[in-house]
């Protein structure tokens, strides 16, 4: 086995692990703000697929990466839209909204994509990389780390963002309030609605950023279906993520390596059939399902919807 | 705070007639089928101490949620300090001085107490920590409570969790505080501090709205007190009336008002003692050395027996491990070590079903979650633990006459109030549920059986018939484990008492006049 871990082996696993891992970051950070707030985002799936495919659509018709990205996040946000207002506002249930919405999204976007596309599949141009002076010049992970488009370094800082706004802020109490105890941040006069709102919304903006990355960085075309499951797995990175961002960084490199294992395993030269490699992933839920599954703590009003003075 | 305080000595006791600072002007509420408040007028005075006495149902949840801004009247007015007001929200209600604090906690568990107290500002603030622990801290002091403002509120009791809510809305300047059923889930140390706090509060010119169900603490704790019945005012008793009335003819009084008439056998605290049973023979229920698992608290070296027709009591403060011993006992959690015997067999490595079948029964405290399926009809629920057995079902099939037949014999002996015995359990009152339990686990070969807080939440009339109940049970014979926090109703029960804290009995002592005295040490960790 000592001849799998050349450089070259190496540096495919750590970049595949972060280009693969980011969307799942993306969602799984998404997910932990909802699920602070008390709701439990189910759509999240259809959200990154609607950003995916806005954000492949915007960025192959403008020819803008960064418009692209903001296509995502307006796809995703979008999705979010009807979770607000039928789960939260109108106090539907969250599952089952959650579910419907995922459904949708994947029909929809299939069925544009098959009129716009169908013939034509196009492809986008590579996304530029920023080198970073430097650290960029370091061995197997220098170009794996540290040569990366833009949109990488972003979204790991806004892992430290979202732990200083948990940690420093009145939004981060008041999300927090808002999952466990929403009646004592409707008492202490703010509206609950909002924050969850607010919660569901940037959520959609970051799902939709993950997804239009898989777009436009991960495979620079879009395919019907192609989050593959990437927002459930950010939602089982949430619930163990126990409230901590940095928990979903770790959590997101490890199923990104497991994902991005096929290529790497293909570049080591080693013969698996693909099918056991794409497992690996899933396999790998299962076995932190099973083994830290009861370390999950989730907020105490999760999924429930807030009605004043009901007791 | 930025209004001058009265100085204490200036407002001790009720100030003579000050102007109210809050009036509910004859308001009514109405909710899909009741009314719940039927034109209540209601007056607040500043210095004074104002009890909301009424039995479960009375309206009083409903008054207290249109002072808080939770409820909006749908007649009548309210007025704040002499001019018309509109309480729209909770915030609207914190504007206009009135703070709340509700029975159940309205702190955030996972947050700490600053984080807690910091909640409201502007989104991208940072919440201003080290300022308000030290305003927290003045404010703490000014009314002799400590608290650390740092304390994750989860880890703190009940009762400090109360202090905490206390000083946040005297932070917010609250004039008005409203102590929802605020004894209900405290220790009788708890709520006689809590009767001290709210003394230190009038003295600084606060007025309380004290609500509760406890004639006891109305008397010991309020200047004037209103009574409540079926959404109506009933009788208001003005503190000069109070303190000319004296104690007795005061209870008397409010009996009268909270019952209609004086002659049912109403007042329930306080009430008679038991006859004290003689017991010689030999013990029925023998526990020895038995020991639970448990996360949060767990149980070691119980050792317990109890005879035929005795009532053992088994006071504690809350979450002692009661639970987890008695559900031990039931069958229901795992020993991890010790011996039950019922009649000299060992049933400890029995389950539910087999110590049930041997006659041990258990009355659960948690009424509609084990205890009932809410959506079966009563007939069902009072055959909950007998599923599948002879002669109710044959051959895996329910057989309706033999079961209806035996609920209509048990709801008829035990006079629970229902519309038929088809029914949902859940559509009845906790009162009627509880007598439906108690009929399920009284009846057949039953020879011992414990009940856990089997008053907890019942209005004082249910209470009456549920102890009414355990006094027969023991009187036929059957050993009786009480498990209650309420310590007046140990006293009045059992033959013997013993005490549970951290898991541990840490004492048994007869039920004798010095019994109240023991058991208030042993549980306060004093006589450990």
């Keep these: 086995m000592g001849a799998l871990f050349t450089d070259a082996f190496l540096t495919s696993l750590v970049l595949g692990a972060l280009t693969a891992g980011l969307p799942l970051l993306l969602a799984g950070l998404g997910e932990q703000i909802s699920e602070k707030a008390g709701v439990l985002n189910i759509g999240i799936e259809g959200m990154m697929l609607m950003g995916a495919y806005l954000g492949f659509v915007v960025a192959y018709t403008t020819g803008s990466v960064w418009l692209g990205f903001l296509g995502g996040a307006v796809g995703g946000m979008a999705v979010a839209l009807p979770m607000v207002v039928l789960c939260i506002r109108l106090g539907l249930n969250q599952i089952v909204i959650g579910i419907a919405l995922t459904l949708g999204t994947e029909g929809l976007t299939a069925l544009l994509h098959h009129f716009q596309f169908a013939q034509s599949y196009p492809r986008l141009p590579a996304v530029p990389t920023l080198p970073i002076p430097g650290l960029s010049e370091l061995p197997v992970i220098g170009p794996a780390l540290f040569d990366r488009p833009a949109i990488v370094y972003l979204a790991i800082l806004a892992v430290f963002v979202t732990a200083y706004v948990f940690r420093s802020t009145q939004l981060g109490l008041a999300l927090q309030a808002a999952g466990d105890k929403p009646a004592a941040l409707d008492a202490a006069g703010v509206d609950v609605v909002n924050v969850r709102s607010f919660a569901v919304f940037t959520t959609g903006a970051l799902a939709g950023v993950g997804g239009a990355f898989m777009a436009e960085v991960g495979a620079g075309i879009f395919v019907p279906f192609m989050t593959n499951g990437a927002g459930f797995i950010g939602i089982v990175l949430a619930m163990q993520a126990r409230g901590n961002p940095f928990w979903v960084l770790a959590g997101a490199l490890l199923f990104g390596a497991c994902l991005s294992a096929t290529t790497a395993l293909q570049v080591a030269g080693v013969s698996i059939p693909t099918d056991v490699i794409q497992m690996l992933p899933f396999a790998a839920v299962l076995l932190v399902l099973v083994l830290f599954g009861r370390r999950a703590s989730l907020p105490a009003a999760l999924g429930t919807h807030y009605v004043r003075g009901a007791r | ?528």
Excluded: C
């Design chain 2, 1 to 528: 705070m930025t209004e001058p305080a009265p100085s204490p000595e200036a407002a001790s006791g009720p100030p003579p007639s000050s102007g109210a600072i809050v009036t509910l002007d004859h308001v009514t509420k109405r909710f899909p089928g009741v009314v719940a408040n039927d034109r209540v007028a209601f007056d607040l005075f500043p210095g004074e101490v104002h009890v909301l006495l009424g039995e479960n149902g009375a309206g009083k949840s409903t008054l207290v949620g249109m002072l808080s801004g939770l409820q909006t009247p749908d007649e009548g007015g309210i007025l704040i300090d002499g001019r018309e007001a509109s309480i729209s929200s909770p915030a609207r209600a914190l504007e206009l001085g009135i703070g709340t604090v509700f029975q159940h906690s309205m702190l955030v568990p996972s947050l700490s107490v600053v984080d807690n107290m910091a909640l409201g500002g502007s989104w991208w603030s940072r919440p201003d920590r080290t300022g308000i622990a030290a305003r927290m801290a003045a404010v703490a002091a000014d009314i002799g409570v400590r608290i650390d403002p740092h304390a994750r509120v989860g880890t703190l009791s009940l009762g400090e969790q109360q202090q905490v809510e206390i000083v946040r809305a005297l932070m917010r300047g609250s004039r008005v505080l409203i102590l929802d059923e605020a004894t209900a889930m405290l220790t009788p140390k708890g709520a006689e501090d809590l009767g001290a706090l709210m003394r230190r509060l009038t003295a600084l010119g606060i007025a309380v709205v004290f609500i509760t169900h406890k004639l006891n603490e109305a008397l010991a704790f309020g200047h004037r007190i209103t009574v409540l019945r079926l959404g109506r005012k009933v009788g208001e008793i003005a503190p000069e009336r109070l303190e000319a009335l004296g104690p007795a003819a005061a209870t008397a009084e409010i009996i009268r008002l909270m019952f209609g008439t004086g002659d049912r056998k109403a007042a329930a605290e306080g009430g008679a003692r038991a006859v004290r049973r003689r017991v010689s023979a030999p013990p029925l229920l023998e526990i020895e050395e038995l020991a639970v698992d448990d996360m949060a608290v767990p149980v070691s070296g119980v050792t317990l027996s109890v005879a035929p027709g005795e009532i053992v009591g088994l006071a504690g403060i809350d979450g002692n491990g009661q639970k987890q011993f008695a559900e031990a006992l039931a069958g229901q959690r795992r020993l991890a070590a010790g011996t039950i015997r019922l009649g000299g067999e060992a049933v400890e490595r029995l389950d539910v079903g087999g110590r049930r079948a041997r006659g041990l029964s258990y009355v659960t405290d948690d009424r509609l979650g084990e205890g009932t399926v809410g959506s079966f009809p009563v007939s069902l629920n009072l055959l909950l633990k007998q599923v599948g057995k002879d002669p109710f079902w044959r051959n895996g099939f329910e057989r309706p006459e033999p079961i209806a037949a035996h609920a209509e014999r048990l709801v008829g002996a035990y006079d629970v109030r229902t519309p038929g015995i088809s029914t949902p359990i859940g559509k009845l009152s906790g009162g009627n549920i509880q007598k439906a339990l108690l009929a399920r686990e009284l009846t057949g070969d039953t020879r011992a059986v414990i009940f856990a807080k089997p008053t907890y939440g019942l209005d004082v009339q249910n209470i009456r018939a549920t102890r009414q109940r355990i006094r027969e049970a023991a009187d036929r014979g059957l050993a009786v484990i009480l498990i209650s926090t309420d310590l007046e109703e140990v006293l009045e029960l059992s033959d013997r008492i013993a005490v549970m804290s951290r898991g541990h009995v840490v004492g048994m002592v007869d039920n004798d006049d010095a019994a109240r005295a023991r058991v208030g040490e042993l549980m306060s960790g004093v006589g450990a």
